[in-house]
């Protein structure tokens, strides 16, 4: 089974069925997409078909730049960032909760970046997103 609930590379994920998928949380998914539109300016979202483990994320990009990856599930999504080190040391001292800290701190890193995913089912979820927006966008 894929990471996403779109595990079919043949069918590409659309607004109709992303609305039936997350019901309540398609709001909480919207007020992300905005905000990185508020911060970053011109923005761009894709569904991208990365492997049959991984299933269908949809990439918000502010130019050529990933900011972030969503992932429907059932009924919720997930939030998934790159950080580079900049970023990471940024947000160690943000005010992020401590578990979204946890979770930046226990990625491995690469040569591009650390890579971590957590859920968004609450709006805490989306003020935590929104903040690691920023603190992407600004490093």
Known sequence: MALSIFGDKSIVPNEEMLAQTLAGSKELWGNIEKHVASICGSVSGQWK??????????????????????????????????????????????????QIVALITEATPYAEGRSFMFDVKAAPDVDAAKKLIEIKHSN
Do not use: N
């Not at 483990?53 to 919720?76: C, H």
């Open 49 to 98: 078909f990365y492997s049959k483990k991984a299933g269908w994320s949809y990439v918000v990009k502010s130019g050529d730049r990933a900011i972030l990856y969503l992932i429907p599930q059932d009924a919720f999504f997930k939030a998934s960032f790159v950080f580079g080190e900049k970023a990471y040391e940024t947000a160690k001292t943000s005010g992020l909760p401590e």
